[in-house]
C-alpha cells in the first residue's frame, strides 16, 4: 500500500509586524517657556523684583552700619 507523502508543515502562524505606538514627548518642566517668547512680550509695567529687593536691603543694611554699637575696646578720644 503507497504511503502518502508526509504533509508539509504549515506556516506558523506570525503576529504582523506592528510598531509599538509612538509616545508623545516626555516634557519634564512643562512650565518652561523659551527665550523667544519673552523677547516678543512688551516689558511689564512697574518696577522689576531685583530693582524691589535692593530698595529694601540697601537701606536696612546702611542703618545697621552706622546704628550699631561701637565697642567698648577701641581707641578713646
Keep these: 500500500?503507497?504511503?502518502a507523502p508526509p504533509p508539509s508543515?504549515?506556516?506558523?502562524?506570525?503576529?504582523?509586524a506592528s510598531r509599538p505606538p509612538a509616545h508623545p514627548p516626555v516634557h519634564l518642566h512643562?512650565?518652561?517657556?523659551?527665550a523667544s517668547a519673552a523677547?516678543?512680550?512688551p516689558p511689564s509695567s512697574g518696577i522689576s523684583l531685583v530693582?524691589?529687593?535692593?530698595l529694601i536691603t540697601a537701606p536696612a543694611i546702611l542703618a545697621?552700619?552706622?546704628l550699631?554699637?561701637?565697642s567698648a575696646s577701641g581707641p578713646r578720644h
Design 39 to 41: 523677547v516678543n512680550r
Design 64 to 66: 545697621a552700619v552706622l
Design 51 to 54: 530693582m524691589f529687593t535692593l
Design 1 to 3: 500500500m503507497p504511503t
Design 9 to 16: 508543515p504549515s506556516p506558523s502562524p506570525s503576529a504582523p
Design 30 to 34: 512643562p512650565g518652561y517657556r523659551h
Design 68 to 70: 550699631r554699637p561701637r
